[in-house]
Every structure is written in structure tokens, then in C-alpha cells.
T-cell receptor, first 114, second 111 residues
């Protein structure tokens, strides 16, 4: 089956710093990648949708200048949390799919901002 | 706006019981519906996917049904085992290509 990886699996950073999370499709080309956020004991909330080579589409209430998404290739998308604050601490999960196919999910990245 | 609700929010049962987890959605215009399993601190494992034209899917001890007209899906787990303990999420795929997740059911199966 299709495999999606995320790196790092967990990261701890100081308030005010920026953190980059990578999402890779290992054995298929992902025309579209999705970024979700999950707070403790809550469900996944879609943050943004990115198509390779174009700007990401952000959901209402998600700050595009704070959560920078780059989908520069068919196998890699990155999410950069800029000037992170403690309230950004969350579990970030990406998913990837090729055209007309189902979404395959990564294992998630636990971000803790001190 | 599509909203997906799961009942119950939490469930604790002894090993061997048959279980029904419920998922309801407000807008019947979904492309498909998926059930996922999530272990604590982990990503999602896809369990079953039901296309909008289908009524049910089965995989091993799991059976999922879909009734678009009533906006409901159920996940049936037969002969539950402690290893089934996890959070179960349903998600509806909209025609806008967005997955809308339910609130989840936290299941604990004790020996």
C-alpha cells in the first residue's frame, strides 16, 4: 500500500522560533497533499490543501502567514510553523493522494512549544 | 456546512462483546465515507471505505454500513478484543475533495 512519512515525529521548540515539518509520499506521486491539526482528545481539523506547484488553499481561520506550506515536488510538502507559540502545540498530520485516489495519512508530528 | 458526529464519545466493554459505533452527518452529499482507527499519539489507519453508491463493506471482524438518506453510518465490531482498544474516527469525503472528520469514539476493551 501507499506509504506517507513525516519528519520529525516529535519536536520541542522555544516560543518565537520556527519549525518545519516534512511530509513525503514514499512510493507514489502525490498531486495533492493535505495538512491537518489535532488537539488533545479532539478530531482532525483540515488546515490547508496544497497542490504541487501551486499555492496552498487554507481553511477559514487558519493564518497562511503563520502556517507556511510548500509543495514543491510530487513527493514532498512542508509545513512551517512560524514564530511558534504554546497554543500552536498540537499533533500535525499530513495526507497525500494521487489524482482520483484515496488519501493516505502520515504518522503525525507532535509539536510542543515551550 | 457538513458536520459529522459520533456516538458514543467513549465506550468501555469486556472482551468478546459485539459493538456498534455510530456516525451521523448533516449533509448527504458525500462522495464516500471512511472509518479510521487511531492509537494514542499515532497517525490514522484506514479500516473501511464505503463509496456513496454502496451500502456496506466488510473486513474481517469489521462491518461498516452507510445510509446516505438518513445521514448515518455504523461500524460493527464482532467479538471485540483488547487489541481493538483505540479511537475510531469516521470521515466523509465531500465533493469539494475535503475530508470532514467526526468527533471520534474512544473504545476500551478490557480482558
Amino acid at each position: 500500500g501507499a506509504v506517507v512519512s513525516q519528519h520529525p515525529s516529535r519536536v520541542i521548540c522555544k516560543s518565537g522560533t520556527s519549525v518545519k515539518i516534512e511530509c513525503r509520499s514514499l512510493d507514489f506521486q502525490a498531486t495533492t497533499m493535505f495538512w491537518y491539526r489535532q488537539f488533545p482528545k479532539q478530531s482532525l481539523m483540515l488546515m490547508a490543501t496544497s497542490n504541487e506547484g501551486s499555492k496552498a488553499t487554507y481553511e477559514q481561520g487558519v493564518e497562511k502567514d503563520k502556517f507556511l506550506i510548500n509543495h514543491a515536488s510530487l513527493t514532498l510538502s512542508t509545513l512551517t510553523v512560524t514564530s511558534a507559540h504554546p497554543e500552536d502545540s498540537s499533533f500535525y498530520i499530513c495526507s497525500a493522494r494521487s489524482a482520483g485516489d484515496t488519501q493516505y495519512f502520515g504518522p503525525g508530528t507532535r509539536l510542543t512549544v515551550l | 456546512k457538513q458536520e459529522v458526529t459520533q456516538i458514543p464519545a467513549a465506550l468501555s466493554v469486556p472482551e468478546g462483546e459485539n459493538l456498534v459505533l455510530n456516525c451521523s452527518f448533516t449533509d448527504s452529499a458525500i462522495y464516500n465515507l471512511q472509518w479510521f482507527r487511531q492509537d494514542p499519539g499515532k497517525g490514522l489507519t484506514s479500516l473501511l471505505l464505503i463509496q456513496s453508491s454502496q451500502r456496506e463493506q466488510t473486513s474481517g471482524r469489521l462491518n461498516a454500513s452507510l445510509d446516505k438518506s438518513s445521514g448515518r453510518s455504523t461500524l460493527y465490531i464482532a467479538a471485540s478484543q483488547p487489541g481493538d482498544s483505540a479511537t475510531y474516527l469516521c470521515a466523509g469525503l465531500l465533493y469539494t475533495d475535503k475530508l470532514i472528520f467526526g468527533t471520534g469514539t474512544r473504545l476500551q476493551v478490557f480482558p
